[in-house]
């Protein structure tokens, strides 16, 4: 059996920080303590010298682009950038070709991951107008959620039959995440500005064409039906001030029925950063303004948003170059993520402690994921070790998405993902793969 100390790590965990050493032994932790000593010449040591160990990261919303669509991305290409970022555990889209809107196509992308994922895994099945039958055949075992596109349309993802909605709504007692955009309300937009713009309409106006009442209109009227039916509700990407007036933080995530997501690049970049970054950091929903930015950070500090994930979502540097309108929506980011967060608490504006518990702790909880998310005797062993004394600069030469490029090029991140452990495993190590590993499919309560 693997056995494996860390030792000399300061280890952030369950809102605290402090020193001492983990036992891993097989795929599970099964002793966190000050110190521990090493029982048998088998035990492998690895000295933590003072970095930070944390629970690897659970990325709620990735886009891993198999099958159909892997040259843009596939499984094995970007869970291994996420390993890289300490991210250990993805939940992945059904918006793939074809869709995962059958139980025998999600099964295939299950399949598929088994063979060629470095990170632990699950898909989620997608919900269409016409496939309520196949959504209520879904395991809540060992499938994430059901995926809806409400009011903004993916493939023949689309769910605007308001019956079918408040079925799914009422005959499910399964996570139902949503992406939220008012269909109607973007169209109109974009036919106003190609008015005025013709073809040629610029990137900077993206966020006016997917405003922040597309959101707003279309994510109340998910929360509305939620309240009414009392479908357990999880709302991907918000991007605007407004609509954190429609979530709570005055009851704990766990007696929470609706709860809330956002994603590094709403936090991130704001509507100036068109003018130089253009198409590259297009996404739907849209970047918005430094203040939408500055109120879901502020939203996500104080419980009213509970998760942090990418929106992972990978398309060629060919594809994002073509003009505005057709350029797709979208970029990779699972690489990056974790730093990016980190970046935030360098600058003072989060705790490490807050940090493990929105890429952590919440999202397990929140997915009742089981036994992952915490450095707790008897969970798997899923660990990132960061050093927050080396830096590392984006660019083409380190990036590792199939796709070859990332809106964060040129940043200078001040930590560094030093080891990732996946399941008790060492599978990434200072830029080296354990390609003989691969994860497992996550379970749920």
């Not at 598929?112 to 309520?132: E, K, P, R, V």
């Not at 405003?211 to 279309?218: N, P, T």
Request: proline residues 3%; glycine residues 6%; aromatic residues 8%.
């Amino acid at each position: 059996m693997n056995t494996v100390l860390i030792k000399n790590a300061k280890i952030v965990n369950e809102g605290q920080i402090f020193e001492g050493d983990v036992l891993i032994e097989g795929e599970f932790i099964t002793a966190v303590s000050e110190s521990i000593s090493p029982k048998s010449p088998d035990f492998k040591i690895i000295d933590a010298e003072g970095n930070y160990l944390i629970p690897g990261a659970i990325d709620d919303q990735v886009h891993f682009r198999e099958p159909g669509l892997t040259h843009k991305g596939d499984i094995e290409s970007e869970s291994r950038a996420a390993i890289a970022g300490g991210i250990t555990s993805f939940i992945e889209q059904p918006n793939t070709v074809p869709n995962a809107v059958t139980q025998e196509l999600l099964e295939e992308k299950y399949q598929i991951a088994s063979q060629s994922s470095y990170a632990n895994y699950s898909f989620m099945m997608g919900g269409t107008n016409d496939n309520l039958e196949e959504v209520l055949k879904t395991n809540p075992k060992n499938v994430a959620g059901i995926k809806l596109f409400l009011g903004s349309s993916t493939g023949n993802m689309l769910v605007d039959n308001e019956e079918v909605l408040e079925k799914i709504f009422s005959s499910t007692k399964m996570l139902i995440a949503v992406h939220c955009e008012d269909e109607a309300t973007i169209k109109a937009n974009t036919e106003k500005y190609k008015a005025e713009f013709g073809d040629d309409v610029p990137v900077t106006v993206h966020h006016l064409i997917r405003s922040e009442e597309a959101c707003y209109l279309s994510s109340s009227k998910a929360i509305a039906l939620a309240k009414k039916t009392g479908a357990r509700l999880h709302v991907f990407h918000l991007s605007t001030a407004k609509e954190m007036e429609l979530f709570t933080n005055t009851i704990p995530l766990e007696e929470k029925q609706i709860t809330a997501e956002v994603c590094i690049h709403h936090l991130w970049f704001s509507d100036e950063d068109y003018k130089t970054k253009g198409n590259f950091i297009k996404w739907n929903p849209s970047v918005k303004t430094a203040y939408d930015r500055d109120k879901l950070f502020a939203a996500m500090l104080d419980g009213t948003i509970d998760v942090v994930a990418t929106d992972h979502a990978p398309h060629t540097i060919e594809e994002k170059s073509l003009p505005y309108l057709q350029a797709p929506s979208g970029g990779p980011l699972v690489q990056h993520s974790l730093q990016a967060m980190i970046q935030f608490h360098k600058q003072g504006k989060i705790s490490l402690e807050k940090i493990a518990e929105k890429m952590c702790h919440n999202v397990a909880d929140l997915f009742k994921i089981k036994n992952r998310g915490y450095i707790r005797e008897g969970y798997y062993a899923d660990l990132a070790l960061v050093n927050l004394n080396k830096s590392q600069t984006v660019d083409k030469s380190n990036i590792l998405y199939k796709c070859g490029w990332s809106p964060l090029e040129g940043t200078t991140f001040n930590s560094v993902v030093e080891k990732t452990f996946v399941n008790g495993n060492l599978v990434y190590d200072n830029g080296k793969f354990d390609e003989s590993q691969k994860g497992d499919r996550l379970l749920f309560g």
